[in-house]
Nanobody, 113 residues
Framework: QVQLVESGGGLVQPGGSLRLSCVAS????????MAWYRQAPEKQRELVAR???????KYDDSVLDRFTISRDNAKSTLYLQMNSLKPADTAVYYC???????WGQGIQVTVSS
């Protein structure tokens, strides 16, 4: 079971940027398909972006051209660079190792003026 710990959330004004990080324990991070999900109040958790071990990437249409997912296998770390943030991006963000039951604890991102 891989342990995941997110950081980097917070409050930002519309149009601003944040970078989320997710550090994984263990030595098999490089083998996992990793993903960022988010859950807004009273809504279901949804996929934001996914990256395979080989670097193939998928984004939800709502974040295309604004968010960038990346990974550093040497540091066992997953990133989400979020630019041009909108109030609709407000949610708790989670990192997830696909195909496992491993989720991070979640981190709040609030976009508000």
């Amino acid at each position: 079971q891989v342990q995941l710990v997110e950081s980097g959330g917070g409050l930002v004004q519309p149009g601003g940027s944040l970078r989320l990080s997710c550090v994984a324990s263990g030595s098999f991070f490089r083998l996992y398909v990793m993903a960022w999900y988010r859950q807004a109040p009273e809504k279901q958790r949804e996929l934001v972006a996914r990256i395979t071990s080989g670097g193939r990437i998928k984004y939800d249409d709502s974040v295309l051209d604004r968010f960038t997912i990346s990974r550093d296998n040497a540091k066992s770390t997953l990133y989400l660079q979020m630019n041009s943030l909108k109030p609709a991006d407000t949610a708790v963000y989670y990192c997830h190792a696909e195909g496992t039951t491993s989720w991070g604890q979640g981190i709040q991102v609030t976009v508000s003026s």
